[in-house]
């Protein structure tokens, strides 16, 4: 959490929030929120919850159209806590990766102190994660790595980023992570490598992105 944060004027953030309310700079959802939760203190904000979600992670995964920018902005100015977890131990920087998101929103937790890596409860990190989606933010990834996530983190399986983007048929997101130091033949507790993910999904492009970095199937690295 950064110094302005943590100097910030927490009473006097609440009711800056509450004239926000009241003169119609927030409406709806926000509005409800803002108004249930005025004056709780900057811990009881931390631990405020939205149908069983923590209220800062709800936030974060409900942002469509980019309706809850200016709480979710205000709330990290405000000081509260980046790395509030989910019953399933994933935080608001997890959903600041997914495409109803803009990148401003992950900026702002990156400069908020967030955790990058904030392993789930399967200690999949943040960047696993958004490799394991159907669509992935290039621009995104690239300033996750550069804030400095781990392209090597591993999972208590032994799987690293460079296996889900092969798995999920990444390669744009594959060359970048390999170009950023990712191990190309590591090798989880299956014995799988990237390239052997590769050729489990049939993937040509990929199993050509991974042997032009001198990727290897398991077997093959026994063999040597």
Request: with cysteine; net charge negative; aromatic share 6%.
């Amino acid at each position: 959490m950064n110094a302005a944060c943590l100097a910030g004027d927490w009473n006097g953030a609440v009711r800056e929030m509450r004239r926000m309310c009241m003169s119609g700079e927030y409406a709806g959802a926000e509005r409800d929120f803002l108004l249930d939760f005025y004056g709780l203190t900057r811990a009881q904000m931390d631990m405020a919850t939205c149908r069983r979600r923590p209220l800062f992670c709800r936030l974060t995964l409900e942002n469509d159209h980019s309706r809850h920018d200016k709480l979710i902005l205000e709330l990290l100015r405000f000081g509260i806590n980046p790395d509030i977890r989910d019953s399933y131990g994933n935080t608001a920087i997890k959903w600041a990766m997914m495409p109803q998101n803009g990148i401003h929103i992950l900026k702002a937790l990156i400069d908020a102190g967030a955790d990058l890596e904030n392993p789930n409860e399967d200690a999949v990190s943040v960047l696993m994660d958004a490799l394991s989606r159907k669509e992935v933010s290039i621009e995104k990834l690239t300033m996750l790595i550069d804030a400095g996530a781990d392209v090597n983190a591993e999972t208590y399986k032994g799987d690293t980023p460079i296996m889900y983007a092969s798995n999920f048929n990444h390669p744009e997101a594959a060359e970048l992570l390999l170009g950023r130091g990712a191990e190309v033949n590591a090798a989880g507790t299956d014995h799988l490598t990237a390239l052997d993910y590769a050729f489990q999904q049939n993937l040509p492009k990929m199993i050509a992105l991974l042997r032009k970095h001198g990727g290897k199937r398991y077997n093959e690295l026994k063999e040597n």
